[in-house]
């Protein structure tokens, strides 16, 4: 089955970059999926933070798009998520995870999400 | 956009039936059959439970269902277990500019 697993530093200063990466096995990053990052601080709940297609075609929450670049490596049947300008407050838990796709009204969505990677603890510290 | 309101916590002992209710707006929950539930045991991943609104995916049990009415989603456990005692999000697609909101989160304890 297709299973998921986030990597990349554990640590970032703030003002600078976080560069996280899930890599795809046991399936393709290639299929009718959207591909996903979600974020969980400590002892808080689920925040999402946006998806991309294979073709490289994304969506991001309005609350983050300004600060978030999402990218697709088919060949490596990986996809990555970096966030500029990071303060504490982006210390969490992040989490890959593929999604079920929508469509409504002719706006595409993620639906649900299944199967999630372990998680990757991020803080954001000098 | 506001996340969907779920209780902080709900208990049970077991073998009895507990439910759980995600309330959101005819923008969300109300307006479209997009409700999807997980479960999260302290350090792990969310699983899926549940997923527009009354669907079990395979392999999870069918102690676990989900239903709704108007702008509240609802998942109910019946015969709980030990097992069953973790953190519980709901979540739904919205015609709003966030794509998807998820719940609070509702943490369960099974006494």
């Known amino acids: 089955q297709v299973q998921l697993q986030e990597s990349g530093p554990g640590l970032v200063k703030p003002s600078e970059t976080l560069s996280l990466t899930c890599t795809v096995s046991?399936?393709?990053?290639?299929?009718?999926?959207?591909w996903n990052w979600i974020r969980q601080p400590p002892g808080k709940g689920l925040e999402w933070i946006g998806y991309?297609?294979?073709?490289?075609?994304?969506n991001y929450n309005p609350a983050l798009k300004s600060r978030v670049t999402m990218s697709v490596d088919t060949s490596k049947n990986q996809f990555s998520l970096k966030l500029i300008s990071v303060t504490a407050a982006d210390t969490a838990v992040y989490f890959c995870?593929?999604?079920?796709?929508?469509?409504?009204?002719?706006?595409?969505?993620?639906?649900?999400?299944?199967?999630w990677g372990q998680g990757t603890l991020v803080t954001v510290s000098s | 956009q506001s996340a969907l309101t779920q209780p902080a916590s709900v208990s049970g002992s077991p073998g009895e039936s507990i439910t759980i209710s995600c309330t959101g707006t005819?923008?969300?929950?109300?307006?479209?059959?997009?409700v999807s539930w997980y479960q999260q045991h302290p350090g792990k991943a969310p699983k899926l439970m549940i997923y527009d609104v009354s669907k079990g995916p395979s392999g999870v049990s069918n102690r676990f269902s989900g239903s709704k009415s108007g702008n509240t989603a609802s998942l109910t456990i019946s015969g709980l277990q030990a097992e069953d005692e973790a953190d519980y999000y709901c979540s739904s697609y919205t015609s709003g500019s966030s794509f998807l909101l998820f719940g609070g989160g509702t943490k369960l304890t099974v006494l």
């Open positions: 005819n923008s969300d929950v109300g307006g479209f059959d997009y």
């Open positions: 995870a593929r999604a079920k796709p929508l469509s409504s009204n002719g706006r595409w969505s993620p639906n649900w999400f299944d199967p």
């Open positions: 046991g399936g393709s990053v290639s299929v009718s999926y959207y």
């Open positions: 991309i297609y294979y073709s490289g075609t994304t």
